[in-house]
């Protein structure tokens, strides 16, 4: 026979699900729903399965963004430092020497040489010349030869 003094407990272990301090049951999860549950954060701009505003609005606008061509400028200065007299200067040199990055899964780029103190004989191939470059290149001697964008 069961007397008091030969009883067993009967506590068992609860489940803390986040209640805690003086919030009470719920501990500020409201009752029930998705949002009381442990796992029950939908991802952002979820409406409970109604298209999401982002989804019922139109696409509106253009942009050219995927068009717009990256553009490198490179000095004078800066050439004549890594160039001999004479020498060839196009992309694949420039890159070779460190002047210029090479991009690597990037868009296209085109080279532009600006203006600055020069008085070395080159040969310079790029995508776009100011006219200071041209002028400052050609009365060095040198030649300058416009390349298409690759």
Do not use: C, W
């Amino acid at each position: 026979m069961t007397q008091l003094h030969n009883l067993s407990s009967n506590n068992k272990d609860r489940k803390n699900i986040g209640r805690g301090g003086s919030r009470g049951g719920t501990s500020g999860r409201g009752h029930k729903g998705q949002r009381a549950r442990t796992s029950g954060n939908a991802p952002a701009g979820f409406e409970g399965g109604q298209m999401p505003l982002y989804r019922r609005l139109p696409k509106r606008g253009f942009t050219n963004a995927r068009f717009d061509a990256e553009v490198v400028a490179v000095g004078l200065e800066r050439i004549a430092k890594a160039f001999n007299e004479g020498e060839m200067v196009t992309r694949e040199s420039l890159i070779e020497r460190g002047v210029i990055k090479r991009h690597k899964g990037k868009k296209a780029f085109a080279i532009k040489i600006l203006g600055g103190d020069f008085t070395k004989k080159l040969i310079i191939e790029a995508e776009a010349f100011s006219q200071s470059a041209k002028q400052a290149i050609e009365q060095a001697g040198g030649e300058v030869k416009l390349t298409k964008e690759s």
